[in-house]
């Protein structure tokens, strides 16, 4: 389908924060592919990321007769350092913004238009399901929103490993509210109480596997899932969440394996993410990126992420992240046609890989998940309290959540 050019939506967060303050790798590679953009109409030109799609990607994509075929290749070529994700489809999304930086040093990068394989969280699908994704009309949420239904299904359990968890989550969320303050007022805020952030992402440990394990009981997040497991990739990759496999099909499924061989995928988060564009500080009171892992977690927090040999991929929904996966040949992507899949692939049911007899079942119910209601200072302030979460933490919070800081 054509793509109009009237449609400005905006870049994600960091995305705009590395588009306005590029740094030497970003501003390089823009200057290596600059003799592919003048054949398109000046101030509008596209990069179109997509692997397989333009000649300046070299995220290779293959396809593969059958997933059948696919499966045995990724059982060979399996590494301790890969991770999947699994799905039925592929899919595209089209962002396009003016970037006055860019255009200063590129005449021509007045309008930018970047296309990318849409591996977007299930909280901002919304976002990116017009023509040309609608970023200038989201407010990207607040940590206190991303988990806000977590918070409300475990406050009110008795499971007290998770609630455990929750206010080691609400220790963390205190101190980056003064890290974000500090930020907002142009002051560094390492030279403070720093938060212990998880390895590979900007986001505190504590909360990130809050978030994590809730999007491995389905509730909305701003990570997509992934596995160390190939076998569960190719799960995803031919079955309904309802457990059925898909119906035969013309489609094209897709396997997408993240690689972190030699630490490469380690060095492209931990070096350029923090050090390139806006600086780490920024970036991590902009919006969360990185990988996580969970498949270690202790089973009694949830029997899911060790069936799953679950993680969680943060930040897919930023361009500037596929050209990293992409720079550092961090990334494969295979297909196969839907119609192929049979029985032979997998032996595994859904019900390895959710047990019907997980105790974490019990906190995250339903009603929590559908209940989108705001978060207000006041039921914040009691369930934190009920969490028996000291009082200071609980005045950080408050106004931390009134200044827009978590």
């Known amino acids: 389908m054509a793509i109009s050019e009237d449609p400005i939506g905006g870049f994600p967060p960091i995305d705009r924060l590395y588009y306005e303050n590029p740094g030497v790798v970003l501003g390089g590679w823009i200057g290596r592919i600059a003799p592919y953009l003048q054949g398109f109409e000046l101030g509008n030109p596209r990069l179109n990321l997509v692997p397989g799609e333009s000649g300046y990607v070299r995220t290779p ?216 564009g806006g600086g780490g500080t920024q970036i991590s009171a902009a919006a969360p990126f990185g990988l996580v892992t969970i498949d270690e977690m202790p089973e009694h927090l949830g029997l899911r992420p060790r069936r799953q040999a679950g993680g969680s991929f943060l930040g897919l929904e930023n361009s500037i992240l596929h050209l990293i996966l992409d720079m550092h040949q961090c990334l494969d992507v295979f297909t196969f046609p839907l119609k192929t899949v049979s029985s032979c692939e997998t032996k595994l049911r859904k019900e390895d890989l959710c047990p019907e007899d997980d105790p974490a079942l019990r906190v995250f119910r339903s009603q929590y998940m559908r209940d989108d209601s705001p978060l207000t200072c006041e039921e914040l302030d009691v369930l934190a309290e009920n969490l028996a979460v000291s009082e200071h933490t609980r005045g950080v919070l408050q106004r931390g959540k009134i200044q827009g800081l978590v």
């Not at 989201?138 to 239904?149: A, E, K, T, V």
């Not at 986001?203 to 009981?217: E, K």
């Open 61 to 276: 994509c293959r396809h593969f007769d059958s997933l059948q075929d696919l499966q045995q290749h990724l059982k060979e070529d399996h590494q301790l350092g890969h991770f999947y994700r699994g799905q039925t489809a592929r899919y595209r999304v089209t962002y396009r913004d003016r970037v006055e930086t860019l255009a200063q040093a590129f005449p021509n990068l007045s309008t930018l238009t970047v296309r990318i394989e849409s591996l977007v969280a299930s909280t901002l699908r919304n976002v990116v399901a017009s023509e040309v994704a609608d970023w200038k009309g989201h407010s990207y949420p607040r940590l206190l929103d991303m988990i806000r239904p977590v918070i409300r299904a475990i406050a009110h359990s008795d499971h007290e490993p998770l609630r455990e968890l929750l206010r080691d989550a609400f220790e963390d969320l205190k101190i980056i509210a003064v890290e974000h303050l500090l930020v907002r007022l142009g002051a560094d805020p390492r030279r403070g109480v720093v938060v212990e952030r998880a390895p590979l992402t900007n986001v505190a440990t504590n909360l990130l596997q809050l978030i994590s394990l809730s999007q491995h009981y389905e509730f909305g997040s701003v990570m997509i899932d992934v596995t160390r497991d190939p076998e569960i990739a190719v799960w995803f990759a031919s079955h309904r969440w309802s457990g059925n496999p898909v119906d035969n099909s013309e489609d094209v499924g897709v396997v997408y394996r993240f690689s972190n061989e030699e630490d490469k995928l380690s060095r492209a988060l931990n070096l350029r993410l923090q050090e390139e």
